[in-house]
């Protein structure tokens, strides 16, 4: 919309993911206990046949990997098309962070899923080709490690992955289970904006998504829209909607979303100010006068923001109507 100063009136809640390498536990117990007690809805085998195949090379493992996973979620790349935007040759490797930010810059989800194996299996099962991170050696002496899972069988026993040169290669979930331990149990998707990940919350996923924003404003309303379909009531979500309908230049569709928080949540204070700003822009001053008042009787950190703006639509001063 071009008006920075406008748009850095609306109150956004920013959310960080912290990235932790857990290496504790025995690998193997965690397997047995979930061959013993087989999580509830849970296929026992699967496999995605149509996830694309890139074979590694040297030290590149993580531009392949995420091609592979980009190439399942409709975003066709090659792996050497990403090497400089995630391969670190003074690493010979790839960080976490650039992979995260790599499959945004193609306007996908980068979700980071929960370090357990069972999540990792419902992703599988639910279509979705999961990136793992795996330590094939020792933590003294570490070789770092990106694969896709895309497959796995209760009875054999067994993680179907594409993992270096080999197109569904077959590991003793034992074996993934130890590699993956020592690589911190890391794994994410890269998941289209119109699609939800199976096992996701709205919390974490909302997290995703707020990140998203930096690089493509449009993929975050896709994907803020598509997870207001699964929790409706959901502030922040509903919030991320508004803000990315108003980077977008649609004040019609921002109004509606922050109506909609507002009435779902009338204790919101951003979603007050937020409406505010935005009926203002559209000309609708008494309407805006009202909303601002509401924000600021509910108060909160950002009141001193609040009342900026009240001061300057009661003034009549700044930008009104469609940008």
């Not at 959310?15 to 932790?20: C, D, E, N, P, T």
């Not at 790839?94 to 790599?102: G, H, R, V």
């Not at 979705?128 to 991170?133: E, G, H, Q, S, T």
């Not at 900026?308 to 109507?321: D, E, F, K, N, V």
């Amino acid at each position: 919309m071009g008006n920075a100063t406008a748009t850095g009136r609306l109150q956004r809640l920013a959310a960080s993911a912290l990235l932790v390498l857990v290496l504790s536990g025995c690998a193997t117990k965690r397997v047995a206990t979930l061959q013993q007690d087989w999580p509830a809805g849970l296929a026992p085998a699967a496999l995605l046949r149509d996830v694309p195949f890139h074979p590694q090379e040297d030290y590149q493992c993580g531009p392949a990997a995420l091609a592979m996973a980009a190439g399942a979620a409709g975003v066709t790349v090659r792996p050497e098309d990403l090497v400089s935007q995630v391969y670190l040759p003074a690493r010979q490797g790839s960080l976490q962070l650039e992979m995260l930010a790599t499959a945004r810059r193609m306007g996908l989800v980068a979700y980071t899923l929960e370090p357990d194996l069972e999540p990792l299996l419902r992703e599988v099962a639910a279509g979705n080709p999961v990136i793992v991170l795996q330590n094939l050696s020792f933590g003294f002496a570490p070789v770092w490690h990106y694969a896709v899972a895309i497959g796995y069988d209760r009875a054999r026993n067994l993680l179907i992955v594409h993992s270096g040169r080999n197109e569904r290669m077959e590991m003793s979930l034992h074996a993934f289970e130890r590699t993956w331990e020592r690589g911190g149990r890391w794994a994410m998707l890269a998941m289209p904006p119109a699609r939800l990940p199976a096992t996701a919350s709205a919390s974490r996923y909302a997290t995703a998504v707020a990140t998203l924003e930096r690089s493509s404003q449009r993929a975050a309303h896709t994907a803020y829209r598509t997870a207001l379909g699964r929790w409706p009531s959901d502030p922040v979500l509903r919030l991320g909607a508004g803000n990315t309908a108003y980077g977008l230049g649609d004040l019609q569709a921002a109004a509606a979303e922050y109506r909609a928080l507002v009435d779902a949540h009338p204790g919101f204070a951003d979603g007050w100010n937020n409406l505010a700003q935005v009926l203002f822009e559209q000309g609708r001053k008494r309407e805006a006068v009202a909303a601002i008042d509401k924000a600021v009787a509910l108060g909160g950190p950002r009141l001193d923001g609040y009342r900026q703006l009240r001061q300057q639509i009661t003034a009549g001063l700044g930008g009104s109507g469609r940008r």
